[in-house]
T-cell receptor, first 116, second 111 residues
Framework: GAVVSQHPSRVICKSGTSVKIECRSL??????MFWYRQFPKQSLMLMAT?????????EQGVEKDKFLINHASLTLSTLTVTSAHPEDSSFYIC????????????FGEGSWLTVV | DAKTTQPPSMDCAEGRAANLPCNHS???????VYWYRQIHSQGPQYIIH???NNETNEMASLIITEDRKSSTLILPHATLRDTAVYYC????????????FGQGTRLTINP
């Protein structure tokens, strides 16, 4: 299947700082990417849909000023967690829709964020 | 998108076929059935999808009932590495097309 890569895979940051996570589609161009978060022993929760060249669409209850999403190119979307707090510690996962594969959605490896 | 229902957990012996059921009784005509799995601490992995015909690939087979109200994912020869949470999702080919995950089935392959 298509390859979606996230970076970093693990990051530790201090409370109050911001951290950026990158999501890249390596072998296809993705006009649409998605960001999820997952707490231990829970399912994935969709945070937002990232659209290339336009503003992201956030799910209800997700603070757009806290979770900044930028989709500046067809192969890169970034999620910035601003003013991070310990409760933002979570597993963040991105995915991308591959238009060359019947719009199948492929996922990255995930990024573990720990805020101390 | 239609709601899907899966058993919370299943066990299967290594080497046997693992059959994972999914109910999607309110599925509409333009919704595909997608299966993903998530191995611990990794991103979900795409397995297979179908509309109304049975599908097979190198990973699994997907059997969809004629009325499309349920489906079964079959892993023909389960290995220990198939232990994961399996998600069945009904997804429209039109509109926003967002994958919304339920609780899935936690499949444990036993030696």
């Amino acid at each position: 299947g298509a390859v979606v890569s996230q970076h970093p895979s693990r990051v530790i940051c201090k409370s109050g700082t911001s951290v950026k996570i990158e999501c890249r589609s390596l072998d296809f161009q993705a006009t649409t990417m998605f960001w999820y978060r997952q707490f231990p022993k829970q399912s994935l929760m969709l945070m937002a849909t990232s659209n290339e060249g336009s503003k992201a669409t956030y799910e209800q209850g997700v603070e757009k000023d806290k979770f900044l999403i930028n989709h500046a190119s067809l192969t890169l979307s970034t999620l910035t967690v601003t003013s991070a707090h310990p409760e933002d510690s979570s597993f963040y996962i991105c995915s991308a829709r591959d238009p060359t594969a019947g719009n199948t959605i492929y996922f990255g490896e995930g990024s573990w964020l720990t805020v101390v | 998108d239609a709601k899907t229902t899966q058993p919370p957990s299943m066990d299967c012996a290594e080497g046997r076929a693992a059959n994972l059921p999914c109910n999607h009784s309110t599925i509409s005509g333009n919704e595909y059935v997608y299966w993903y799995r998530q191995i611990h601490s990794q991103g979900p992995q795409y397995i297979i999808h179908g509309l109304k015909n049975n599908e097979t690939n190198e990973m699994a087979s997907l059997i969809i009932t004629e009325d499309r109200k349920s489906s079964t994912l079959i892993l023909p020869h389960a290995t220990l590495r198939d232990t994961a949470v399996y998600y069945c999702i009904a997804l429209s080919i039109q509109g926003a097309q967002k994958l919304v995950f339920g609780q899935g089935t936690r499949l444990t392959i036993n030696p």
